[in-house]
Nanobody
Framework: QVQLIESGGGSVQAGDSLSLSCADP????????MGWFRQAPGKEREFVAA????????LYGDFVKDRAAISRDITKNTLYLQMHNLNADDTGVYYC?????????????????????WGRGTQVTVSS
């Protein structure tokens, strides 16, 4: 049963910005670490950004570090991702994920294999 619902994907031009949302309508993950991952055709799923419900720390993948902002609104049970200055390499399916970590390292937050809850993804296509 999918409990995370992504939205906001679509087709954009290089240099544009986008905003993605991930809703948690059942309020199942409010205290979980939540993150964004993406997967390009023929490539492995890669880490984009993650944070906990304190929003501290906030982690970013190296390729988006200066172009992305992750945030979450606990009152709306929604996780957000904003990305700027998009390029063709940003094309892919963007997934929202959640996981409870009792004790963890930052490397675990960045590993898709550590997450047990996923949305279905939203497609982002960047045209140059």
């Amino acid at each position: 049963q999918v409990q995370l619902i992504e939205s906001g994907g679509g087709s954009v031009q290089a240099g544009d910005s986008l905003s993605l949302s991930c809703a948690d309508p059942t309020r199942s993950f409010s205290t979980y670490v939540m993150g964004w991952f993406r997967q390009a055709p023929g490539k492995e799923r890669e880490f984009v950004a993650a944070t906990n419900w304190f929003a501290d720390p906030i982690l970013y993948g190296d390729f988006v570090k200066d172009r992305a902002a992750i945030s979450r609104d606990i009152t709306k049970n929604t996780l957000y991702l904003q990305m700027h200055n998009l390029n063709a390499d940003d094309t892919g399916v963007y997934y929202c994920a959640a996981q409870w970590f009792d004790q963890s390292t930052q490397s675990q937050w960045m590993d898709p294999a550590e997450y047990g809850h996923w949305g279905r993804g939203t497609q982002v296509t960047v045209s140059s």
